[in-house]
């Protein structure tokens, strides 16, 4: 049911869908712990802690500073992203044949 509402867009999720960045995700862990704790985990130790969301992780690294941690995660997040700029295999053919699509059903 779609409420009459219509919707000719197509939604993607970036995070490990259209672009690997997981290795901007650990960088942005690694640089808030070292920040809040003076340390910097390893790779395995963040991925160990891995299946809650970021404020799941980050509480397991620095137990109730979220409100400072989260945000400077995210910045560092975001700062970091730049590094990450290329898709995974096809995913540039996917939006490419998608795009072709969409131009054809509007015809």
């Known amino acids: ?21 997981l290795p901007v995700c ?3 862990y690694q640089a808030t712990v070292l920040n809040f704790c003076g340390r910097t985990p390893e790779e395995s130790e963040i991925y160990a802690r891995f ?10 690294f620095i137990p109730g500073q979220l409100a400072k941690t989260l945000p400077y995660y995210f910045d560092r997040y975001e700062q970091f992203h730049a590094q990450c700029t290329q ?6 053919q996917m939006f490419a044949m998608l ?7 509007r015809m």
């Not at 049911?1 to 960045?21: E, I, P």
């Not at 795009?99 to 054809?104: D, E, G, H, S």
């Open 87 to 92: 898709t995974f295999p096809g995913v540039e």
């Open 99 to 105: 795009l072709a699509k969409m131009r054809q059903s």
């Open 26 to 28: 650990i960088q942005a």
């Open 1 to 21: 049911m779609n409420n009459g509402y219509v919707s000719d867009g197509k939604r993607f999720d970036l995070d490990g869908t259209l672009a690997n960045t």
């Open 51 to 60: 299946g809650p969301s970021e404020e799941g992780v980050l509480e397991q």
